[in-house]
């Protein structure tokens, strides 16, 4: 098993910036990429961010140039920098991680960001 827990969420206004923190624990060499989704209000969760074992990373189009997804292996923790925020932004941010690099089976409790205009 992996165990997965966030931070770093919170209040900020529109063109600022926070940074989430992913820290893993448990069968981690098992883990082959992390990723992280949101979910707004009244919408399904999506895929914001991804980064493998190689260190290539994937991002969704709309933070492309504003979010940066990294990893620090000696702290088994997972960034999301995420700079220059928008409203639309807003949501519940879950870290998440895949052991075949297709779809995630492990899944933190979520970390709130809420984007004030």
């Known amino acids: 098993q992996v165990q997965l827990v966030e931070s770093g969420g919170g209040l900020v206004q529109a063109g600022g910036s926070l940074r989430l923190s992913c820290a893993v624990s448990?069968?981690?060499?098992?883990?082959?990429?992390m990723g992280w989704f949101r979910q707004a209000p009244g919408k399904e969760r999506a895929f914001v961010a991804a980064?493998?074992?190689?260190?290539?990373?994937g991002y969704t189009d709309s933070v492309k140039g504003r979010f940066t997804i990294s990893r620090d292996n000696a702290k088994n923790t997972v960034y999301l920098q995420m700079n220059s925020l928008k409203p639309e932004d807003t949501a519940v941010y879950y870290c998440a991680a895949t052991r075949s690099g297709g779809e995630f089976d492990f899944w933190g409790q979520g970390t709130q960001v809420t984007v004030s205009s």
């Open positions: 980064i493998r074992g190689s260190g290539f990373t």
């Open positions: 448990g069968r981690t060499f098992s883990i082959n990429a």
